[in-house]
């Protein structure tokens, strides 16, 4: 099986900088992704790492260790609108093709 | 392109009662999914399926039941309706290939109450 841990809430200032951190345990690892999720509003993607190492796309990065269980998103020069909830989703075996959601990070980003 | 499409986006239930949760894409995904996502809480999966003909139990499939006939449509079934399925249900659907990047996108969601 599969097991995400994720902090519940953070708030940040808006221009800051925040880490939202995910750990993980499986049985098998094919990849994990990041969705932002407004309230009320389906998920959308942001992020996918397979490999150990960062990936920055824009204000948006993602970081994975296999070796720990370990990624982070960092969410550079916050703004009001990243107010959102941010999932840690990890895809399991090789072509079992479904991931498993983290609960979730609510961030609120205060002026 | 209009991606995942479910219907309807609300709808009350009485307990027993019957009702499908209709899903359709047009991206010509193989994989398709099931989600139930209860307040505060992330998305656990319900069903799922690798392909047309083919479908397999999630997390929490009890209560439910799916099909898929064709790659486009992807119908959740819930019968005998009880208040623990009040939740919002999201339909997604994904290409399957291994170590590639194959984000799912999801439908708006229905909103159920069960009373």
């Known amino acids: 099986g599969q097991n995400i841990d994720q902090p519940t809430e953070m708030t940040a200032t808006e221009g800051a900088i925040v880490q939202i951190n995910c750990t993980y345990q499986?049985?098998?690892?094919?990849?994990l992704f990041w969705y932002q999720q407004h309230a009320g509003e389906a998920p959308t993607f942001l992020s996918y790492?397979?490999?150990?190492g960062l990936e920055e796309k824009g204000r948006f990065s993602s970081f994975l260790s296999r070796s720990k269980g370990y990624s982070y998103l960092l969410l550079k020069e916050l703004q009001m609108k990243d107010s959102a909830s941010y999932l840690c989703?990890?895809?399991?075996?090789?072509?079992?093709?479904?991931?498993?959601f983290g609960d979730g990070t609510t961030l609120t980003v205060k002026p | 392109n209009a991606g995942v499409t479910q219907t309807p986006k609300f709808r009350i239930l009485k307990i027993g009662q019957s009702m499908t949760l209709q899903c359709t894409q047009d991206?010509?995904?193989?994989?398709m999914y099931w989600y139930r996502q209860d307040p505060g809480m992330g998305l656990k999966l319900i069903y799922y399926?690798?392909?047309?003909?083919?479908?397999d139990k999630g997390e929490v499939p009890n209560g439910y039941n799916v099909s898929r006939s064709t790659t486009e449509d992807f119908p959740l079934r819930l019968e005998l309706a009880a208040p623990s399925q009040t939740s919002v249900y999201f339909c997604?659907?994904?290409?399957?290939?291994?170590?590639?990047?194959?984000?799912?996108?999801f439908g708006q969601g229905t909103r159920l109450t069960v009373v």
């Open positions: 997604a659907s994904s290409y399957g290939q291994p170590r590639v990047n194959t984000e799912a996108f």
């Open positions: 499986t049985s098998g690892f094919n990849g």
């Open positions: 790492n397979v490999l150990d």
């Open positions: 989703a990890v895809r399991g075996p090789p072509n079992a093709g479904k991931s498993t």
């Open positions: 991206m010509n995904h193989n994989y």
């Open positions: 399926s690798v392909g047309a003909g083919i479908t």
